[in-house]
Each structure stands twice: as C-alpha cells, then as structure tokens.
C-alpha cells in the first residue's frame, strides 16, 4: 500500500482482528472434533527474552512469547489459540479455552511438555484420551 498512513492501517488491523476474535469466540462452540493436536511454539517481541535493554525488562510486548494452537487432524480448524508465556498460568488458560469449544470426548496429542498433564486433566476431566 502506498500513500496511507501506518496509524490507520494499523488500527484497521486491529479492528479486525478484534472482530475475527469475537467471531471465532462466538461460533466455534459444540465443535465435533475427534482428534485434536496441541503445540506451542517459540517466538519473541523485539528482542529475545535475554536480549531485551534492562529498561524493559517486564513490560509486555517484549521478550520471549508462545503461540499455542489446538488444531484438529481431520479438518485442520484451530478451535483455540493463545498468544503468552510457557507456564502454567497459561497453559491451564489454553485447555479451558479447548475443552470450552468442543462437544464431546476427544483424543488429544501434544509433544508431552509436562505443563499439560494438569492443565489437560484439569480443563478436561476423564473426558479426554
């Protein structure tokens, strides 16, 4: 593009991504996923986590971050996502989200980060294989 101004392309970008946000939030519910793959994968803002000037260590957008996905094996839909750290906080957060999504049993396969054994048990129960 050429000749617009980045202030308001970027605020278009964010508009729409706050309305794909609402939209997935509202319509991906009671999804009959069978078999459901999880990963995470890392990625940084700005600099890497021990990169970053000491002036900004701690504040958001800078430093290490992990997309999380859930993408089901046989349609290739992401029915959750979630952009963060790789702890607890948010790998529980991720698997609520996931389990929140999804009408019945499903087999779940991640790459065997422990943080998901009680996340998992927790969002999902006995309800999961």
């Given at each position: 593009?050429?000749?617009?101004s980045?202030n308001t392309?970027?605020?278009?970008?964010?508009?729409v991504g706050?309305?794909?946000?609402d939209?997935q939030?509202?319509?991906?519910?009671?999804?009959?996923?069978?078999?459901?793959q999880?990963?995470?994968?890392?990625?940084?803002?700005y600099?890497?986590?021990?990169?970053?000037?000491?002036d900004?260590?701690?504040?958001p957008g800078?430093?290490?971050?992990?997309p999380?996905?859930?993408?089901?094996?046989?349609t290739?839909?992401v029915?959750?996502?979630?952009?963060?750290?790789?702890?607890?906080?948010f790998?529980?957060?991720?698997?609520?989200?996931?389990?929140?999504?999804?009408?019945?049993?499903?087999?779940?396969?991640?790459?065997?980060?422990h943080i998901?054994?009680?996340?998992?048990?927790?969002?999902?129960g006995?309800?999961?294989?």
């Amino acid at each position: 593009m050429a000749d617009v101004s980045i202030n308001t392309v970027t605020n278009l970008l964010v508009d729409v991504g706050a309305a794909c946000a609402d939209y997935q939030n509202t319509t991906l519910r009671n999804l009959q996923c069978k078999r459901i793959q999880c990963g995470e994968v890392w990625g940084f803002c700005y600099a890497k986590e021990r990169n970053i000037p000491v002036d900004n260590r701690g504040q958001p957008g800078y430093g290490d971050v992990w997309p999380w996905t859930a993408i089901c094996a046989d349609t290739k839909l992401v029915p959750s996502w979630l952009v963060g750290r790789r702890d607890a906080f948010f790998a529980h957060s991720f698997a609520a989200d996931l389990a929140s999504r999804l009408s019945s049993r499903v087999q779940l396969t991640t790459d065997g980060h422990h943080i998901y054994l009680s996340a998992i048990e927790g969002a999902f129960g006995v309800d999961v294989d």
